[in-house]
């Protein structure tokens, strides 16, 4: 069983970066696959980054060039940074990990087993 708590989110102006956190517990994180999804009130639930347990890295293209995903095995921690954020990135963010193959990073909700709770970004005009 793995624990996801993510954190760092806010009430932030357009233009502004934020950098979220996704704190493991339970079990390390070194062989999961980790994603980072989002949810807009009103609207499914999308993918926005993921990272595979070897480092590889993936990106819906909506928010390629603004965001970067990194991880810090050592510290069961996956990081979220958001550059140059709009209005339009309003959402809870979430986390989720599953067990994967070295290079593998899923895009859809149901590629994860465990979910954290949310953390919420506001970006105003």
């Known amino acids: 069983q793995v624990q996801l708590v993510e954190s760092g989110g806010g009430l932030v102006q357009t233009g502004d970066s934020l950098g979220l956190s996704c704190v493991a517990s339970?079990?390390?994180?070194?062989?999961?696959?980790i994603g980072w999804f989002r949810q807009a009130p009103g609207k499914e639930r999308e993918f926005v980054a993921g990272i595979a347990w070897s480092g590889s890295t993936f990106y819906a293209d909506s928010v390629k060039g603004r965001l970067t995903i990194s991880r810090e095995n050592a510290k069961n921690t996956v990081y979220l940074q958001i550059n140059s954020l709009k209005p339009e990135d309003t959402a809870a963010y979430y986390c989720?990990?599953?067990?994967?193959?070295?290079?593998?990073?899923?895009?859809?909700?149901?590629?994860?087993?465990?979910w954290g709770q949310g953390t919420q970004v506001t970006v105003s005009s």
């Open positions: 339970g079990r390390p994180l070194s062989s999961f696959a």
């Open positions: 989720a990990a599953t067990v994967a193959r070295a290079n593998w990073v899923g895009v859809h909700r149901d590629d994860y087993d465990y």
